[in-house]
């Protein structure tokens, strides 16, 4: 029996995020505890499951890193602005600006772990990164103190974008962020780090760069679909 056990504090686990991602793993038993401060969790797979779930944790965890954790200290710089979709845009484009040289990086610091203390692996192993992260945040508060309006923001969320590959994602009519990714097959993971569910659904198009968006005329209310039409081609069963 594979076991292992991981820490976090409750500032760093917004909306129980590590545990909604453990409860995904399949063949990964748990067991939570903790005081007000911390949550820990002792996790445990057989033998012949060890291999995947070990993955399957790390990757859980470099998702919470790289989604919530990433996007509080990108917040402390902004503030307590309204995020609006516009605002949404520009924030998801930095968070996942060079996403996949950080998820190498950070994924490599959480593999060299037996046990996981999250704000060990972030606050010692990731501290240089956690700068950028920050700077991050000041451009953004710098962008909206020059008073841009909705177009040149969702521009520089455009920029920051880059070149996207042609992946065609389809956004289903239901009270869950169901997105299957047309191109490739499958539904795609959606993190749920905005309060807002349009915020969620823009967040997901930005992190998995797609060019194309179909969406049922059920879940194309007016605010989404103009954000959705500032970032990418868009059609409406």
Not at 98 to 104: A, F, M, Q, S
Not at 117 to 144: A, H, K, P
Not at 216 to 234: I, P, S
Request: proline share 0%.
């Amino acid at each position: 029996m594979w076991q292992s056990n991981i820490l976090i504090s409750n500032d760093f686990n917004t909306d129980g995020a590590l545990k909604k991602g453990l409860e995904r793993v399949e063949g990964l038993y748990f067991a939570e505890g903790g005081d007000e401060d911390w949550i820990s969790f002792d996790i445990a797979a057989k033998d012949y499951d060890k291999e995947r779930c070990e993955k399957a944790v790390r990757e859980v965890i470099c998702d919470v890193i790289l989604n919530n954790i990433k996007l509080k200290f990108i917040m402390y710089s902004v503030g307590r602005r309204k995020i609006d979709s516009s605002l949404c845009a520009l924030i998801s484009s930095m968070l996942y600006y060079d996403g996949e040289k950080e998820h190498e990086y950070v994924f490599k610091q959480i593999s060299r772990q037996n046990n996981y203390c999250v704000d060990g692996i972030v606050n010692f192993r990731l501290r240089q990164i956690v700068e950028e992260w920050r700077e991050l945040g000041n451009i953004i508060s710098s962008t909206l103190s020059k008073g841009y309006g909705e177009k040149e923001i969702y521009s520089l969320a455009l920029y920051m974008l880059g070149d996207r590959k042609k992946t065609s994602l389809f956004i289903a009519d239901s009270k869950e962020i169901l997105i299957t990714n047309v191109s490739q097959g499958g539904l795609v993971n959606v993190p749920e780090i905005y309060q807002d569910k349009a915020h969620n659904i823009i967040n997901a198009i930005v992190k998995y760069g797609a060019s194309e968006v179909v969406i049922e005329r059920g879940n194309a209310d007016k605010e989404l679909l103009n954000a959705l039409r500032n970032l990418v081609d868009v059609k409406i069963l």
